[in-house]
């Protein structure tokens, strides 16, 4: 993967299965020009038009025509205790020399992922999906520690506050408070941090959204990136994949149930409920990854445009054939787009000051 900069403002890295497609979406999601696209340099195929472009794996199109036999969640009802339960599910790390350390944030329940070799002053928030009403940083161990032993860092997954008991903004108050921690507290007790960044799946990469948003406009130490995997980012729900994408994880038909649920009465066009509307301008830099086969393709999409056209350097990855938060599912491009996460941490991390070994 190529460092994350670029002469433009943008470097879209669109990994449709054809180049037809990539091209269809941007044209119809964003007026960046064609000529500004960066393709993927770790591609494996090649199309008519000499652009690199990804190649599905056969275990990723045969959990894809698996999948796709199933009834998406809330298609025929909305389970909240259901989803609840799956959620709430404890996963272990399958690495046993994972370090897994327990404790609060105020009153908020968190847990650090620590894999060996990673250093524990660079700092990853990443906050679970679970459509703002269910999930638990339990649930993400094994997401955590592939993250940390990849980009060698630690990680902090809080169980922020789920609505409806808690509507917005109650869980997005507990992740800005988290981070703030976070700068002056490791794994280890109180010390500052070499760098942070945040990321989140879902309604995760909505709250990833927000509060660097949120981080922003009240001048608190902000990090030195963000990380939104298949965020939901407009709850006016005005994505075109709401209406034409057969996502085989979650039916489109659950958004307004997690609108109502989250949202209650308050204004959907606020920025930190929608981050599509948001003004990007002082945010650090983004990658945005998503599925091909997801209703909230769009979001992401659309985020990404926004982001650019406020000066911000985002990266957008849309992966062919891949579904919901497809980083969890232990395909070939869950581990690679892994690697890009950490890749992208890598190459955002502050530069070392070279005096401050004492060379002049």
Not at 142 to 160: G, R, T
Not at 263 to 288: E, K, Q
Not at 314 to 325: G, I, K, T
Not at 337 to 352: D, G, H, M, V
Request: charged share 20%; proline share 8%; net charge negative.
């Amino acid at each position: 993967m190529k460092q994350f900069t670029s002469t433009a403002l943008l470097a879209f890295v669109v990994t449709l299965g054809t180049s037809a497609v990539a091209d269809d979406l941007l044209n119809r999601q964003t007026d960046v020009p064609r000529s500004s696209i960066e393709t993927d340099s770790t591609a494996s195929s090649q199309q008519g038009n000499g652009d690199k472009l990804r190649t599905v794996s056969p275990e990723g199109a045969a959990l894809l025509e698996r999948l796709s036999k199933n009834t998406p969640f809330g298609k025929t009802n909305f389970d909240l205790q259901g989803l609840r339960a799956g959620m709430g599910t404890r996963h272990q790390p399958v690495n046993k020399d994972i370090k897994l350390i327990r404790l609060k944030i105020g009153e908020i329940p968190c847990e650090w992922v620590l894999a060996p070799g990673a250093d524990p002053d660079v700092r990853l928030l990443y906050l679970h999906g679970g459509g703002w009403v269910s999930g638990s940083g339990g649930n993400y161990l094994p997401l955590a520690a592939d993250i940390s032993v990849a980009a060698k860092c630690a990680v902090l997954l809080p169980d922020y506050r789920l609505a409806p008991e808690h509507p917005f903004p109650a869980g997005l108050e507990d992740c800005i408070a988290a981070h703030d921690w976070l700068v002056e507290n490791g794994p280890s007790g109180s010390s500052p941090a070499k760098a942070t960044f945040i990321a989140g799946d879902s309604a995760g990469g909505n709250l990833t959204l927000a509060t660097l948003l949120a981080l922003r406009d009240r001048e608190r130490p902000l990090p030195a990136g963000g990380i939104a995997l298949s965020a939901a980012t407009d709850f006016t729900l005005e994505s075109e994949s709401l209406k034409t994408v057969h996502d085989p994880i979650i039916s489109a038909q659950t958004m307004p149930e997690f609108r109502k649920l989250y949202l209650g009465n308050s204004d959907p066009l606020n920025p930190l409920a929608s981050p599509v509307f948001g003004d990007y301008r002082g945010i650090p830099p983004l990658l945005i990854q998503v599925g091909e086969h997801e209703m909230l393709r769009d979001d992401s999409i659309r985020v990404a445009k926004k982001a650019v056209s406020d000066g911000i350097l985002a990266r957008l990855e849309v992966w062919p054939s891949m579904v919901h938060v497809f980083q969890i599912r232990g395909l070939p491009e869950s581990r690679e787009a892994i690697e890009q996460i950490a890749e992208f941490i890598r190459s955002t991390l502050p530069k070392q000051n070279p005096r401050s070994s004492g060379d002049e």
